[in-house]
């Protein structure tokens, strides 16, 4: 797909690596939605790059908000083309606590925003894409966001885990279900990127991070993560998988 012209959808685009897909949709030429529950700081960012952005607080776990935001968007730019599904938060605690298991509250929470929150916001993206007439009969290209802790869950990340675990489980089918549309479905899972978030652990702590990086010993870099979106929704015969972006680290146990 040609970025330049299309409208995208960027959820968690606030911040990290949405933050740096938004510039880079934006500047390849689309128009592009941000849409998060930060609104102080996507209007900011909406406001910085001008025309052809546009901030929607949205609460992506929210069929409402959901449903407006697909709608606001067709409004503004009168289709929606591309959806970067990257919203997601990250919870922690073991199975067993000191007091007792893990509160299920927080589970649940997990589950309800990464993963139900990634498949209302699709859904509903591809609701609208279906609208579009295509190139070549593409009509839409949706990229999910996983992690590595989907295949290396760490010791406290069983919720966060089975959250981005389900992600990858379901691109094929999703993809299988959306052939028929013309829309590729691809998810990316990322390893450590020094996004806000990894901002807030120590420099020491951060430094080990690096090492365990096999090559390159470094965090990942959020417009690693904004290339691989823009070559994905590029390069038209990528559909259905799901790829790691993590300079071949494979995390252990803690
Ligand atoms: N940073 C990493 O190392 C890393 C690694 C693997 C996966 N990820 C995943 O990548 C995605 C982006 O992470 P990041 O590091 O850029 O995070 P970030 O915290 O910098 O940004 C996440 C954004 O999502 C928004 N958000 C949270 N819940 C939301 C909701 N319910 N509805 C709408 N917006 C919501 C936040 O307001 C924030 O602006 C997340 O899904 C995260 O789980 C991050």
Same mark, same amino acid.
């Given at each position: 797909?040609i970025?330049?012209?299309k409208?995208a959808?960027?959820?968690g685009g606030?911040?990290?690596?949405?933050e740096a897909?938004?510039?880079r949709?934006?500047?390849a030429?689309?128009r !592009?939605? @941000?849409?998060?529950l &930060?609104?102080?700081? %996507?209007?900011?960012?909406?406001a910085?790059?001008g025309s052809?952005? $546009?901030?929607?607080?949205?609460?992506?776990?929210s069929?409402?908000?959901?449903q407006?935001?697909?709608k606001a968007?067709?409004?503004?730019f009168?289709? !929606?083309? @591309?959806?970067v599904? &990257?919203?997601?938060? %990250?919870?922690i605690?073991?199975?067993l606590?000191?007091n007792?298991? $893990?509160?299920l509250?927080v589970?649940?929470?997990?589950?309800?925003v990464?993963?139900i929150g990634?498949f209302?916001?699709?859904?509903?993206?591809?609701?609208?894409?279906?609208?579009?007439?295509?190139e070549?009969?593409e009509?839409?290209?949706?990229?999910?966001?996983?992690s590595?802790?989907a295949?290396?869950?760490?010791?406290?990340?069983?919720?966060?885990s089975?959250?981005k675990?389900g992600?990858?489980?379901m691109t094929?089918?999703?993809a299988?279900?959306?052939?028929r549309?013309?829309i590729?479905v691809f998810?990316i899972a990322p390893g450590?990127i020094d996004?806000?978030?990894?901002?807030e652990?120590?420099?020491?702590?951060r430094?080990s991070?690096?090492?365990?990086?096999?090559?390159?010993a470094?965090?990942?870099d959020?417009?690693?993560?904004?290339?691989l979106v823009q070559?994905?929704?590029e390069n038209?015969y990528l559909?259905a998988e799901c790829i790691?972006?993590?300079?071949?680290?494979?995390?252990?146990p803690?």
């Amino acid at each position: 797909m040609i970025i330049n012209g299309k409208t995208a959808i960027v959820t968690g685009g606030a911040s990290g690596m949405g933050e740096a897909t938004v510039i880079r949709l934006h500047r390849a030429g689309a128009r !592009v939605v @941000i849409a998060d529950l &930060n609104e102080e700081k %996507g209007q900011e960012l909406a406001a910085q790059l001008g025309s052809n952005a $546009l901030c929607i607080k949205t609460d992506i776990s929210s069929v409402d908000e959901v449903q407006h935001l697909c709608k606001a968007a067709n409004d503004a730019f009168g289709a !929606v083309h @591309i959806l970067v599904n &990257n919203a997601g938060l %990250g919870t922690i605690g073991r199975t067993l606590g000191k007091n007792g298991p $893990l509160n299920l509250k927080v589970f649940k929470k997990t589950i309800e925003v990464n993963l139900i929150g990634s498949f209302n916001m699709l859904s509903n993206a591809a609701w609208e894409m279906d609208k579009n007439e295509g190139e070549d009969g593409e009509k839409g290209v949706i990229i999910n966001v996983s992690s590595i802790a989907a295949y290396d869950g760490q010791i406290g990340q069983a919720s966060y885990s089975a959250s981005k675990a389900g992600i990858v489980g379901m691109t094929l089918p999703v993809a299988r279900d959306l052939a028929r549309h013309g829309i590729r479905v691809f998810t990316i899972a990322p390893g450590i990127i020094d996004t806000p978030m990894l901002k807030e652990v120590p420099e020491p702590a951060r430094q080990s991070l690096a090492k365990q990086v096999p090559f390159p010993a470094r965090l990942g870099d959020p417009d690693e993560f904004a290339r691989l979106v823009q070559h994905i929704i590029e390069n038209g015969y990528l559909n259905a998988e799901c790829i790691r972006l993590d300079g071949g680290i494979r995390m252990g146990p803690s």
